[in-house]
């Protein structure tokens, strides 16, 4: 069964720390993941995207790893800041004959305090 | 160039009632899937139409259905409306072939019921 499963749920950490969020997946057959970040009551906004040959991709002050062997992917985040307060979702694709499969996990939640 | 835009933004029904949703996709983008996100359930995949014509189907009842116009504009109805049906309902639009580059969400419309 494809599944998507992120951990933690929540988190809160002190602005300036880092943090790293985790996603493992069993989908099949894998085309890419994605890593979104979603502010509340806001539509996602793609922050990372990685197909099966990379497995590391940055954007500022995020960066997404993926080992497709373990099947498991992390974001991230260095030198947190308070408008990184949000929902991180990690979303696996998959693709059969040109046809695509979008698998959503649930989020972590991530509260940046001053 | 402008984005994904659904409208409304906020939402208030009854029961029983039906609701009608809409969303532009970016222009030259003719893939448009539909989304529900509620809190317990994290994002799930209602429908995607593709050239006027629904290509992938999520697990939903018949009460949601959707449609999509020559110019790539996507609605979704949804008819005798439940409590449960109170949920932020996203679209997203993508270019042919780049199903998973391209893949960009709107704000979403804010639906409840009551």
């Known amino acids: 069964k494809n599944q998507v499963e992120q951990s933690p749920q929540s988190l809160i950490i002190l602005e300036g720390k880092n943090c790293t969020l985790q996603c493992n997946y069993t989908v099949s057959p894998f085309s890419n993941l994605r890593w979104y970040k979603q502010d509340t009551g806001r539509g996602p906004v793609s922050l990372t995207i990685m197909t099966f040959s990379e497995n590391t991709k940055s954007n500022g002050r995020y960066t997404a790893t993926l080992d497709a062997d373990t099947k498991q992917s992390s974001l991230h985040i260095t030198a947190s800041q308070l408008s990184d307060s949000a929902s991180y979702i990690c979303?696996?694709?998959?693709?059969?004959?040109?046809?695509?499969?979008?698998?959503f996990g649930t989020g972590t939640r991530l509260k940046v305090l001053a | 160039k402008a984005g994904v835009t659904q409208t409304p933004r906020y939402l208030i029904k009854t029961r029983g009632q039906q609701v009608t949703l809409s969303c532009s996709p970016i222009s030259g983008h003719r893939s448009v899937s539909w989304y529900q996100q509620t809190p317990g359930q994290g994002l799930q995949f209602l429908f995607e139409y593709f050239s006027e014509t629904q290509r992938n189907k999520g697990n939903f009842p018949g009460r949601f259905s959707g449609r999509q116009f020559s110019n790539s504009r996507s609605e979704m109805n949804v008819s005798t409306l439940e409590l449960g049906d109170s949920a932020l309902y996203l679209c997203a639009s993508s270019f042919p072939g780049q199903g998973a580059r391209g893949y960009t969400f709107g704000s979403g419309t804010r639906l409840t019921v009551v």
């Open positions: 979303v696996v694709s998959a693709t059969t004959s040109g046809t695509y499969k979008y698998i």
